[in-house]
């Protein structure tokens, strides 16, 4: 695409959206603070308006009253289109004036593989919503603290150990500058799963000794269309959910919610995992159809990992804990000691939720900092789908201190900066790792 980073004309936003011509300009002069915390609007940007970055931008509409949407970036001007259309009908449906909610003209919504830099430029932006594919999300979050913006940051943090070790230094100058980082591990922010995690730190179950914790679901076998004419990058993009080098492969993209809810209810990371996988089903990309992985809690706690992506099989999304005096499911029975849990709030259910709490830290001036929880998650993912890809034991250690490891810079490509610099080359396909010999 030859206009990739071009800002969005004028001419295609007026042909997106009948009602822009209705858009207010922004108030101007007041700083981030002034506007976030306190009790008045609170202006967001989106940095990847696809399926679900539009949807945490109407979550973020149905949690706070004050929420506007002025500002919008994507790689692809259908993406902002369909964006757009499903904001419009979200406003319509819920009886909300549009002109009120979306207040992204065709000065603040920017196309390319840059244009998140323009949209965090700007300066009447508190809030940005980061949802582009997983390989994006370290330099995407990096670049918005450094720009002084609260972040809310989809899962998993990322596809390798350097950009794990990104997004935690992100998380600490976040807490420097007094910002908020939330991340799209929704479950953190479910009433069930907080009681349960409560009751676990209380001691309802004992001391855990081991879990289960499982992803295995649907998934289409069927390959990656490229349209006709269409380059390398725009290729991995709108199939990224096939590659491994943009999705981290599922046991990250889809798996890590679940390895989150150990990392969580045991309160450490594991100290390494020996696991395997494979594919039979799938056809073109470059992904496993299924991982499965014993993490090594230390302490002699195991928690047993599976996750697949395979049709007509057995499905399971759940977390399962077993501890000395009880057991517990995630969101589900608890059997053990009563205690005492108070009332968690979830209101809209935890997609808003997660909005809600965000909003609401800001507000109080206490900002939410789930940065190092979403780092580590991931990186038990990617500590996982190393040691499946190798056939090797991969410590915790391996990816976060021992920089002689072969693994702790591994950098998956093609880069963030491969895509700013238009030097993408997509991978070759049904080509796997296969660990060990033949
Ligand atoms: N929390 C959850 O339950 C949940 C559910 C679904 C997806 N997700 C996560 O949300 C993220 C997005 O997934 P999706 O399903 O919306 O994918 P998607 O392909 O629908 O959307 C991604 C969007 O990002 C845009 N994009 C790609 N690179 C970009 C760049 N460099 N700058 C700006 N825009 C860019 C794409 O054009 C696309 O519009 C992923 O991290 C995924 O794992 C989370």
């Known amino acids: 695409m030859t206009n990739q980073s071009k800002d969005c004309s004028r001419r295609d936003f007026m042909k997106t959206s ?8 922004l108030p101007l002069g007041l700083s981030n603070k002034t506007y976030a915390a306190g009790s008045g609007r609170v202006r967001v940007g989106m940095i990847g308006c696809g399926g679900r970055g539009t949807e945490a931008a109407t979550n973020c509409l149905q949690a706070d009253d004050g929420v506007e949407i002025v500002a919008m970036a994507d790689a692809f001007q259908d993406r902002i289109d369909r964006s757009l259309a499903t904001i419009k009908q979200w ?46 999300h370290p330099v995407h979050l990096a670049a918005a603290i450094q720009a002084g913006k609260h972040a809310f940051v989809e899962k998993p943090a990322g596809v390798d150990p350097p950009g794990m070790r990104k997004v935690i230094e992100a998380g600490e100058l976040a807490k420097q500058k007094g910002l908020a980082i939330v991340a799209g591990t ?29 992803w295995c679901g649907g998934g ?86 599976m996750c697949r992506q395979v049709k007509g099989c057995y499905t399971q999304v759940s977390e399962q804990f077993l501890g000395t005096e009880g057991s517990v499911w995630g969101d589900g029975k608890l059997a053990g000691k009563q205690v005492a849990v108070p009332e968690f709030e979830e209101k809209g ?70 895509f700013e610099q238009g030097t993408v080359v997509a991978p070759l396909e049904n080509v796997i790792p296969l660990p060990g010999e033949a």
């Open 186 to 214: 929704q479950r953190r922010h479910q009433a069930k799963y907080l009681q349960n995690a409560h009751a676990v730190g209380q001691g309802a179950i004992g001391k855990i000794k081991g879990g289960r914790v499982w």
């Open 18 to 25: 009948v009602t822009v011509a209705a858009l207010s300009a």
């Open 349 to 418: 259910g935890p997609y808003v939720q997660e909005h809600r709490d965000l909003i609401k830290s800001i507000r109080a001036g206490k900002p939410l900092n789930e940065a190092r929880n979403l780092a580590e998650s991931t990186l038990v993912a990617i500590m996982g789908r190393i040691s499946a890809y190798t056939g090797q034991v991969v410590r915790w250690s391996d990816l976060t201190k021992n920089e002689k490891s072969p693994w702790y810079n591994l950098t998956l490509k093609p880069t963030p900066l491969d």
């Open 91 to 136: 406003c319509e449906k819920n009886s909300t004036p549009l002109a009120q909610r979306m207040r992204a003209t065709p000065e603040t919504t920017f196309l390319g593989f840059d244009g998140y830099k323009k949209l965090l430029a700007l300066k009447d932006v508190d809030v940005v919503l980061i949802a582009t594919p997983v390989c994006f």
């Open 220 to 305: 289409s076998s069927n390959p990656p269309r490229r349209a006709s004419g269409q380059g390398d990058a725009e290729y991995l993009i709108r199939n990224w959910y096939r590659f491994s080098m943009m999705s981290g492969d599922h046991i990250v993209e889809q798996h890590v919610h679940n390895l989150d809810v150990a990392n969580w209810f045991l309160g450490r990371p594991p100290v390494q995992a020996l696991g395997f996988g494979g594919r039979a089903r799938r056809q073109g990309g470059n992904q496993y159809d299924f991982f499965s992985v014993d993490l090594d809690y230390g302490d002699d706690v195991i928690v047993h990992s």
